[in-house]
C-alpha cells in the first residue's frame, strides 16, 4: 500500500517535516484502482454475455486524504512545506517511504520500486490547541494503476533471438522507448524487429543511414536520429514495437546494438 506512513513526493522524503499520510478515503481508492467498465451484448442462442469491448476511466481519479505531523508545524515549515506538496502544475511520482516498501523487486541485480503520480491540491489546514499539524487535501492520479521504476536492457548478440521479458498486472500492451544502433556498413540499411510473441508484429524503418542511432518512443510514437531528425517518414506501415505480457521473443536484423526501456504496470493496492 502506497499511502501508509512516510512517504516520498518528488524525490523528498516527508520524514524530513515529520510528516505522513493519516486518514486516506480508502474506499474512493479502492473503487478507482483499475477500474474498468465492459460493454457486454447478451445471445439468446448461448443463453450468456460476451464481452465486446472494455472502457477505462478517463476522467482525472480523485480522493481524499490528511497529510500531518505528531508534532505542530512552524510557520517557516510550512511555507516549504506547502511549496513542496501542494499545487504542482506537473504530476509528480510518490513513493512508500523506502524502509517501509514492502513492493520492492530485484529484476536484473537492480531494485525497482512502485510508484504512482499524482498531485496534492486544495489544501486545508488541521490545527489543534498546540498549533498547526498538517492539511486534508485532494489527492489527483494519473492513472488508475501504479507503475514500476523503469527497467532498461542493452542487447548486443543478435545471433539468436533475444527475450524481453514483462511482468505487468494488467494484460495492456507495453509501449517501450529504446535505441537503436544500426549496423556497422557502408550503405544503408532498414532495421526490422519482429516480435513473434505478438503475432509477429514487425516494425521495420528503412534506409537509414549506416552507424546511426536511432530513438524510438512507441508509445507517443516518434522516431528520430542523433540530430533530432525525424525519421517517422521511413517507418514502413507506421507500426511500432510493442510488448506483450510475458516472454516476448524478438528477431533482430540491420541492429548491432538495442537498448529498450519499459515499465511493468502494478496494481495501487
Known amino acids: 500500500m502506497l499511502f501508509v506512513n512516510n512517504f516520498e513526493y518528488d524525490g523528498i522524503n516527508s520524514a524530513k517535516y515529520g510528516l505522513f499520510f493519516g486518514h486516506v478515503d480508502t474506499e474512493r481508492l479502492k473503487q478507482i484502482c483499475g477500474n474498468l467498465e465492459y460493454n457486454q451484448v447478451f445471445y439468446p442462442s448461448l443463453n450468456r454475455q460476451e464481452i465486446h469491448g472494455v472502457n477505462k476511466d478517463e476522467f482525472p481519479l480523485s480522493f481524499d486524504l490528511e497529510i500531518i505531523s505528531a508534532e505542530p508545524i512552524s ?31 530485484k529484476i536484473n541485480g537492480e531494485e525497482k520500486r512502485r510508484y504512482v503520480e499524482c ?7 488541521m490545527f489543534y ?4 499539524h498538517g492539511w ?18 542493452t542487447y548486443t548478440d543478435f545471433t539468436n533471438d533475444i527475450v ?15 535505441t537503436v544502433s544500426a549496423d556497422l556498413t557502408t550503405n544503408p540499411i532498414s532495421p526490422v524487429i519482429v516480435n513473434t510473441s505478438d503475432d509477429n508484429r514487425a516494425m521495420e524503418i528503412k534506409d537509414i543511414p549506416a552507424q546511426t542511432e536511432v530513438y524510438v518512443d512507441s508509445a507517443v510514437g516518434t522516431i528520430t536520429d ?3 531528425t525525424s525519421l517517422y517518414p521511413n517507418l514502413v506501415d507506421q507500426k511500432f514495437l510493442r510488448l506483450v505480457n510475458g516472454d516476448n521473443v524478438l528477431q533482430i536484423s540491420g541492429i548491432s546494438e538495442l537498448t529498450i526501456r519499459y ?4 496494481y495501487i493496492l
Not at 524481453?164 to 529504446?178: C, L, R, W
Not at 515499465?263 to 502494478?266: A, I, L
Open 75 to 105: 510557520h517557516w515549515s510550512a511555507k516549504e512545506i506547502k511549496k513542496w506538496l501542494f499545487n504542482s502544475s506537473t504530476y509528480k511520482k510518490l513513493y512508500a517511504s523506502r524502509i517501509k516498501d514492502k513492493t520492492i523487486e
Open 119 to 125: 498531485v496534492f491540491t486544495n489544501p486545508e489546514a
Open 129 to 132: 490547541a498546540d498549533g498547526l
Open 136 to 153: 486534508k487535501c485532494t489527492c489527483t492520479l494519473s492513472s488508475g494503476w501504479a507503475f514500476q521504476d523503469e527497467i532498461e536492457i
Open 164 to 178: 524481453v521479458p514483462v511482468d505487468s498486472d494488467n494484460g495492456d500492451y507495453i509501449y517501450p522507448t529504446f
Open 226 to 228: 542523433n540530430t533530432g
Open 263 to 266: 515499465q511493468n504496470v502494478r
